[in-house]
Nanobody, 119 residues
Framework: QVQLQESGPGLVKPSQTLSLTCTVS??????????WSWIRQPPGKGLEWIGY???????YYSPSLKSRTSISRDTSKNQFTLQLSSVTPEDTAVYYC???????????WGQGTQVTVSS
């Protein structure tokens, strides 16, 4: 059973870079055909897909966030990381990491972590 766990600071100041890590257990992030995604849910709104890093290491980002987003991985630690730069209070959300064998589908989810952007 694949398990995902998000970690990172719960409070980020405006204009800074938000950095979150997803630690994966029970499976490898290099397993063929798996896609490892970041998704967020702002308060009172629906889920918003941010981007993914594929089993191959290739990345793809939401066009609306692409200029501020970077997703990378550390295969030795079986982790992948989200960096979102120049944050504003509108980036306040619960952030989830998730994975699935088809891009855009999710078989496994982390529990989510609240990130608040505030001075």
């Amino acid at each position: 059973q694949v398990q995902l766990q998000e970690s990172g600071p719960g409070l980020v100041k405006p204009s800074q870079t938000l950095s979150l890590t997803c630690t994966v257990s029970g499976g490898s992030i290099t397993t063929n055909y798996y896609y490892w995604s970041w998704i967020r849910q702002p308060p009172g709104k629906g889920l918003e897909w941010i981007g993914y890093i594929a089993y191959s290491g290739s990345t793809y980002y939401s066009p609306s966030l692409k200029s501020r987003t970077s997703i990378s991985r550390d295969t030795s630690k079986n982790q992948f990381t989200l960096q979102l730069s120049s944050v504003t209070p509108e980036d306040t959300a619960v952030y989830y990491c998730a994975s699935g064998v088809v891009a855009g589908t999710y078989d496994y989810w982390g529990q989510g972590t609240q990130v608040t952007v505030s001075s």
